[in-house]
């Protein structure tokens, strides 16, 4: 029978083979192996840059070698050899250096299967890491990118790809990252019960500028970058799993699930976005809108309340369960929005309640509701504002003002593709 | 992208694995389904109960035929499947290679179909194209 995994194992002469399953397993594994440096050698920037090296010894060796059977094993051992060499260099015979010594001889002696770390351990191990990269002291970009480099497993490469930076910022706000954490004292642990809630907060928001950043591209050609959104939602997944009793990490993946189910319906053939009226239902990732549903039925189960992430999941879920734009409940949105609304006052959340009111009580209702943000001086570089009113204004049948307002829009967007839907609608 | 890691084993293999005790197998599972349960990738897996509790349907003639199991000439039973979402064909195959797995079982990787394998055909074209025209009307008058 034929091998699938043919291609993954390694085999010396195909060097491309064996980088992507180094990059495969890095994917997999990377973020246990920094947790467990980071652990017996107290000290995350080190334990970064030693599984770095690690992962550089394996794109040398693995291609004569092969892919070790425990690819994970055998990263942590050459990156704690490593980090007896720097000691040994820096003629630090400490205890830490001895442990480590001990540790790889055990390590060499138990099953070859056996995981390189304290199975006890590593669940929050990883949840310390988690906390580490979205620390903050950090800056939003520093987050972004340490968190999907140490925890997601991705390259600098292919950070920079994703948000279309040089490869050398993204290597660049590592290493300041590193700095700063180091700098700030920053511990490897999960925060104390008093201040998880808002290092949570952190955490979450940090998943859901990448999943956004997937979902609705703020710059470039590209309308949508959909493997940047999944990999948010799989980081969303393994918090989730790792804090099941916070709400909204069940809430915000629930969010992320509702929403991403949409994706297949979001782009038409020639690539240019279907907005949510447009959308062919059928195409909806129906197995994404059932594991939106057992979140946010896991957050709820938690007895704790919904949270921003919960309730925005409830307006999402709204549509996902809805047949059609007009069979959709949207007088338990308007209301979602106004819980919402208490929660984190913003804006944004009232022009998307006007949306609803539209929906659910019409365009003259909405429009006032939208004057009222007008007027009062917020949003004024929000293209979503006048493009939200020149619709409402369509309706309306005041053609003129709709078509000042869709221009004034098409000139605050950044998004290409939206500034040319945006452009289309107001000559017309 | 979905994977789908379909489990086929041997009849040898089978009588092998109940010499093993019950409760290794089933820890070895338990932590192998947790691994990608943590690392936020599994998206469904089922274990099949024994073949004889199944049977066959066949289309090979008109009518199609239903008779019982096991599946009389298959040299491989389907045991069981994980279905798991990840960011390439490499890393199904890592995760795949994990699988707590003895000598004569096989996993069959598949990826699993999703609505972008099926681009909107012209009729699912004009059928937009219908509706855009439909509201268009509609929020006008």
């Given at each position: 029978m034929h091998d699938p995994s043919e291609s993954a194992t390694a085999r010396p002469d195909d060097p491309t083979a064996v980088e992507r399953a180094v990059a495969a397993v890095w994917r997999i594994d990377s973020a246990r192996i920094i947790a467990t440096l980071t652990r017996v050698t107290g000290d995350f920037s080190l334990a970064e840059d030693l599984a770095q090296d690690a992962l550089l010894e394996a794109l040398r060796q693995w291609p004569e070698t092969g892919v070790p059977r425990s690819p994970a094993a055998w990263l942590t051992t050459v990156a704690k050899r490593r980090?007896?060499?720097?000691?040994?260099?820096?003629?630090?015979?400490?205890?830490?250096?001895?442990?480590?010594?001990?540790?790889?001889?055990?390590?060499?002696?138990?099953?070859?299967?056996?995981?390189?770390?304290?199975?006890?351990?590593?669940?929050?191990?990883?949840?310390?890491?988690?906390?580490?990269?979205?620390?903050?002291?950090?800056?939003?970009?520093?987050?972004?990118?340490?968190?999907?480099?140490?925890?997601?497993?991705?390259?600098?490469?292919?950070?920079?790809?994703?948000?279309?930076?040089p490869t050398a910022t993204v290597q660049q706000r590592i290493v300041r990252a590193k700095k700063t954490l180091a700098g700030a004292g920053v511990r490897f642990e999960v925060p104390p019960r008093e201040e998880l809630t808002g290092r949570l907060g952190s955490v979450l928001g940090v998943l859901y500028l990448i999943f956004n950043e997937g979902h609705t591209a703020s710059g470039g050609e590209r309308w949508m970058r959909p493997?940047?959104?999944?990999?948010?939602?799989?980081?969303?997944?393994?918090?989730?799993?790792?804090?099941?009793?916070?709400?909204?990490?069940?809430?915000?993946?629930?969010?992320m699930e509702f929403t991403a189910a949409r994706f297949p319906a979001r782009v038409d053939a020639q690539g240019?976005?279907?907005?949510?009226?447009?959308?062919?239902?059928?195409?909806?990732?129906?197995?994404?809108?059932?594991?939106?549903?057992?979140?946010?039925?896991?957050?709820?189960?938690?007895?704790?309340?919904?949270?921003?992430?919960?309730?925005q999941a409830a307006i999402a879920q709204c549509h996902a369960v809805a047949e059609s734009l007009e069979t959709t409940?949207?007088?338990?949105?308007?209301?979602?929005?106004?819980?919402?609304?208490?929660?984190?006052?913003?804006?944004?959340?009232?022009?998307?309640?006007?949306?609803?009111?539209?929906?659910?009580?019409?365009?003259?209702?909405?429009?006032?509701?939208?004057?009222?943000?007008?007027?009062?001086?917020?949003?004024?570089?929000?293209?979503?504002?006048?493009?939200?009113?020149?619709?409402l204004?369509?309706?309306?049948?005041?053609?003129?003002?709709?078509?000042?307002?869709?221009?004034?829009?098409?000139?605050?967007?950044?998004?290409?593709?939206?500034?040319?839907r945006l452009e289309e609608k107001a000559s017309g | 992208m979905k994977y789908m890691l379909i489990m086929r084993v041997t009849d040898e293999a089978l009588a092998a694995s109940q010499e093993i005790p019950f409760e290794q197998v089933?820890?070895?599972?338990?932590?192998?389904?947790?691994?990608?349960?943590?690392?936020?990738?599994?998206?469904?897996?089922?274990?099949?109960?024994?073949?004889?509790?199944?049977?066959?349907?066949?289309?090979?003639?008109?009518e199609a035929l239903v008779t019982d199991g096991p599946y009389?000439?298959?040299?491989?039973?389907?045991?069981?499947?994980?279905?798991?979402?990840?960011?390439?064909?490499?890393?199904?195959?890592?995760?795949?290679?994990?699988?707590?797995?003895?000598?004569?079982?096989?996993?069959?990787?598949r990826r699993v179909t999703e609505a972008e394998d099926f681009p909107?055909?012209?009729?699912?074209?004009?059928?937009?194209?219908?509706?855009?025209?439909?509201?268009a009307q509609r929020s006008q008058g």
């Open positions: 980090a007896i060499d720097a000691w040994r260099h820096r003629e630090r015979h400490d205890d830490r250096l001895a442990q480590l010594a001990l540790e790889i001889e055990r390590s060499s002696d138990a099953a070859a299967d056996a995981p390189p770390w304290d199975p006890d351990e590593i669940d929050d191990d990883v949840l310390r890491l988690m906390f580490i990269a979205c620390h903050p002291v950090l800056s939003r970009e520093a987050r972004i990118s340490l968190t999907l480099r140490v925890v997601g497993g991705l390259s600098s490469e292919e950070i920079g790809r994703a948000f279309l930076v493997e940047l959104a999944v990999e948010a939602i799989r980081l969303a997944r393994v918090l989730s799993a790792l804090l099941p009793r916070e709400p909204e990490t069940h809430g915000l993946l629930a969010l240019e976005p279907v907005l949510l009226a447009d959308q062919d239902r059928r195409r909806w990732d129906h197995g994404r809108i059932r594991r939106g549903h057992e979140a946010l039925t896991r957050a709820d189960s938690t007895g704790r309340g919904r949270g921003v992430y919960g309730v409940d949207w007088g338990r949105i308007v209301e979602l929005y106004e819980a919402l609304s208490g929660l984190a006052p913003s804006p944004v959340v009232e022009l998307n309640r006007a949306a609803a009111v539209a929906m659910a009580s019409g365009p003259a209702a909405a429009l006032e509701l939208l004057d009222e943000i007008a007027a009062s001086g917020r949003l004024r570089r929000y293209h979503l504002l006048p493009a939200t009113r020149g619709e204004l369509r309706q309306l049948g005041r053609e003129a003002e709709a078509r000042e307002e869709f221009t004034a829009a098409a000139a605050l967007a950044t998004n290409d593709r939206e500034r040319e | 089933i820890e070895a599972m338990g932590q192998y389904n947790e691994s990608m349960m943590k690392a936020g990738v599994l998206l469904a897996g089922e274990g099949l109960a024994d073949a004889s509790e199944g049977f066959v349907v066949d289309f090979s003639s008109e009389g000439e298959t040299k491989e039973l389907f045991n069981g499947f994980w279905i798991i979402e990840v960011s390439s064909r490499e890393e199904a195959a890592q995760w795949a290679r994990r699988a707590p797995l003895g000598t004569g079982s096989f996993l069959e990787v909107a055909d012209n009729e699912w074209i004009e059928k937009e194209a219908g509706w855009r025209e439909e509201l």
